[in-house]
């Protein structure tokens, strides 16, 4: 089983910056994709950014520009750097781990984080 654990979110004025970590517990092998999502009050879940074991990134298009994904293979975590935060960039933020459990495993198999609260307000 894998945990992941995120950390970072607050609550910051307009134009604010926060950084968040997700650290992953548990046994596997590799990592196919790591990445964030959010879900804002009323709304569903949607991308946030994506980075894959080769250093490939995704963004969604309003958060390009602004937020950073890097990856630490090593330490097992994934960190989304946030600039230029706007009100409504307010949600809960999730981490998403897609991985290779073990070395005999065809598939990945997704884990969630419990998700931490954003809010950008002044």
């Known amino acids: 089983q894998v945990e992941l654990v995120e950390s970072g979110g607050g609550l910051v004025q307009p134009g604010g910056s926060l950084r968040l970590s997700c650290a992953a517990a548990?046994?596997?092998?590799?990592?196919?994709?790591m990445g964030w999502y959010r879900q804002a009050p009323g709304k569903e879940r949607e991308l946030v950014a994506i980075?894959?074991?080769?250093?490939?990134?995704n963004y969604a298009d309003s958060m390009k520009g602004r937020f950073t994904i890097s990856r630490d293979n090593a330490k097992k975590t994934v960190v989304l750097q946030m600039n230029s935060l706007k009100p409504e960039d307010t949600g809960i933020y999730y981490c998403?781990?897609?991985?290779?459990?073990?070395?005999?495993?065809?598939?990945?198999?997704?884990?969630w984080g419990k998700g931490t609260p954003v809010t950008v307000s002044s």
């Open positions: 998403y781990y897609r991985v290779i459990l073990t070395f005999a495993s065809v598939h990945g198999v997704d884990y």
């Open positions: 980075i894959t074991s080769s250093g490939d990134t």
């Open positions: 548990g046994s596997f092998v590799s990592t196919v994709s």
